[in-house]
């Protein structure tokens, strides 16, 4: 089999597409095919899609209904479902862009060791100005660092940076699925880590993840904002789960700095009964009750 690599887009936006698609069309290596998934989407992406078929061995298809709304993980796995029996999987997006080698150094690197790979990545803008080189990873990484390093903040993850063996993949579980998918790539990448012994960076390519206004990142709506924090709390759950039982470890209150923080980051954009229940609910998901009091005292005075 020639192709072995499966690229695979759950696409909705249009605004970048083009450059998503430039950034594969241009690879050095061509042995992958391009796996496009409509997500019933309002722009034109098929339109933009039917200018790349002479450039790229891609399938694309619309569905008829929109899923990534209310489960987007659901999305991205009904798009992995379209793949065929490519051995590899990279599951990138809509609005990112990857250097022009990053296939060819992928089949330079991969070797039957290992199940999961990761380039290194640059933050761009809205125009593909980089604004800055987010942390490298070492070469190998095991499960218990990455989520050390991404607990202190000295590593930051997005799902469109790793390769991973299809069946290892489907084995393990598929994706950890959170409200909002917020956090499930995170997850998800340290789930696959524990299995892999770690992950392998490829060292001479890296992807560029754009920081825009159409991700869902930036927004700050009570609503949604609200729904992102209890979603750490389900975060928190799984990996004092996964510390515990997989890892054979006692679960550090180390990492429940990232709730701590991010509430205290976000206090101007959570109203006082929300902030309130998100702590609540914080207690009572982690068994601390008595945390919860003190740090709500706090966060109601600062």
Same mark, same amino acid.
Request: charged share 30%.
């Given at each position: 089999?020639?192709?072995?690599?499966?690229?695979?887009?759950?696409?909705?936006?249009?605004?970048?597409?083009?450059?998503?698609?430039?950034?594969?069309?241009?690879?050095?290596?061509?042995?992958?095919?391009?796996?496009?998934?409509?997500?019933?989407?309002? =722009?034109?992406?098929?339109?933009?899609?039917?200018?790349?078929?002479?450039?790229? =061995?891609?399938?694309?298809?619309?569905?008829?209904?929109?899923?990534?709304?209310?489960?987007?993980?659901?999305?991205?796995?009904?798009?992995?479902? *379209?793949?065929?029996?490519?051995?590899?999987?990279? +599951?990138?997006?809509?609005?990112?862009?990857?250097?022009?080698?990053?296939?060819?150094?992928?089949?330079?690197?991969?070797?039957?060791?290992?199940?999961?790979?990761?380039?290194?990545?640059?933050?761009?803008?809205?125009?593909?100005?980089?604004?800055?080189?987010?942390?490298?990873?070492?070469?190998?990484?095991?499960?218990?660092?990455?989520?050390? *390093?991404?607990?202190?903040?000295?590593?930051?993850?997005?799902?469109?940076?790793?390769?991973?063996?299809?069946?290892?993949?489907?084995?393990?579980?598929?994706?950890?699925?959170?409200?909002?998918?917020?956090?499930?790539?995170?997850?998800?990448?340290?789930? +696959?880590?524990?299995?892999?012994?770690?992950?392998?960076?490829?060292?001479?390519?890296?992807?560029?993840?754009?920081?825009?206004?159409?991700?869902?990142?930036?927004?700050?709506?009570?609503?949604?904002?609200?729904?992102? *924090?209890?979603?750490?709390?389900? =975060?928190?759950?799984?990996?004092?789960?996964?510390?515990?039982?997989?890892?054979?470890?006692?679960?550090?209150?180390?990492?429940?700095?990232?709730?701590?923080?991010?509430?205290?980051?976000?206090?101007?954009?959570?109203?006082?009964?929300?902030?309130?229940?998100?702590?609540?609910?914080?207690?009572?998901? *982690? =068994?601390?009750?008595?945390?919860?009091?003190?740090?709500?005292?706090?966060?109601?005075?600062?």
């Amino acid at each position: 089999m020639k192709n072995k690599l499966a690229i695979v887009i759950p696409a909705y936006k249009s605004t970048f597409l083009s450059a998503a698609l430039d950034s594969i069309a241009s690879q050095t290596c061509k042995d992958f095919t391009l796996y496009i998934g409509d997500d019933c989407s309002p =722009n034109n992406i098929g339109e933009i899609v039917d200018r790349y078929r002479d450039k790229i =061995n891609l399938v694309y298809k619309r569905f008829d209904s929109n899923l990534g709304g209310r489960d987007l993980v659901a999305q991205w796995e009904r798009c992995i479902d *379209m793949t065929q029996d490519e051995p590899w999987l990279w +599951l990138f997006s809509d609005d990112d862009v990857m250097e022009r080698n990053c296939v060819e150094e992928f089949y330079k690197e991969v070797n039957e060791k290992s199940m999961y790979y990761h380039f290194d990545v640059r933050k761009i803008d809205t125009a593909g100005k980089v604004i800055r080189e987010l942390p490298k990873y070492p070469k190998r990484i095991s499960a218990k660092e990455f989520l050390d *390093m991404k607990t202190d903040g000295r590593l930051s993850s997005f799902v469109v940076e790793f390769i991973f063996n299809k069946d290892f993949f489907l084995s393990a579980g598929r994706f950890v699925n959170f409200d909002l998918a917020w956090g499930s790539d995170y997850i998800t990448i340290l789930k +696959l880590a524990g299995k892999n012994d770690g992950i392998v960076t490829i060292p001479k390519a890296k992807v560029n993840w754009r920081a825009s206004d159409e991700n869902i990142s930036p927004n700050k709506s009570p609503e949604i904002l609200k729904r992102k *924090m209890m979603s750490v709390v389900d =975060n928190l759950k799984w990996i004092k789960m996964f510390v515990t039982e997989q890892l054979d470890m006692s679960y550090s209150r180390r990492y429940y700095k990232y709730f701590f923080g991010e509430m205290l980051r976000q206090k101007q954009f959570i109203s006082e009964k929300d902030g309130i229940e998100i702590i609540n609910y914080f207690g009572r998901t *982690m =068994n601390l009750s008595f945390y919860a009091s003190l740090f709500k005292i706090y966060w109601k005075l600062i």
